[in-house]
């Protein structure tokens, strides 16, 4: 079993900064892809940013050049500095998985967080 631990969230006014964190641990023999999606009530998850081991990165449009996606593929963490905060970005962000566990490596799996709540409002 792998688990993620999310950290940081909380409520900040327009224009605020957050951070969020997230660990994974447990039987991982290698991680792919790392990153956050949020989601609002009525409506489908949608992808915020991820990371590969390799080191790309991939933004949804609607928070490029605000948040800042960075992994560190030795402690198996990934972080979001999310900047110049809008309403919209309000949501329940979750931390993303995808990777081999052991001891079935041959097949990629995915895990997912629990969701901390990010809210921006005035």
């Known amino acids: 079993q792998v688990q993620l631990a999310e950290s940081g969230g909380g409520s900040v006014q327009p224009g605020g900064s957050l951070r969020l964190s997230c660990a994974a641990s447990?039987?991982?023999?290698?991680?792919?892809?790392m990153g956050w999606y949020r989601q609002n009530a009525g409506k489908e998850r949608e992808l915020v940013a991820t990371a590969t081991s390799g080191g790309n990165t991939n933004y949804a449009d609607s928070v490029k050049g605000r948040f800042t996606i960075s992994r560190d593929n030795t402690k198996n963490t990934v972080s979001l500095q999310m900047n110049s905060l809008k309403p919209e970005d309000t949501a329940v962000y979750y931390c993303?998985?995808?990777?081999?566990?052991?001891?079935?490596?041959?097949?990629?799996?995915?895990?997912w967080g629990q969701g901390t709540q990010v809210t921006v409002s005035s």
């Open positions: 993303h998985a995808e990777g081999r566990w052991k001891p079935n490596i041959l097949n990629r799996r995915e895990v």
């Open positions: 447990g039987s991982i023999f290698s991680i792919n892809s």
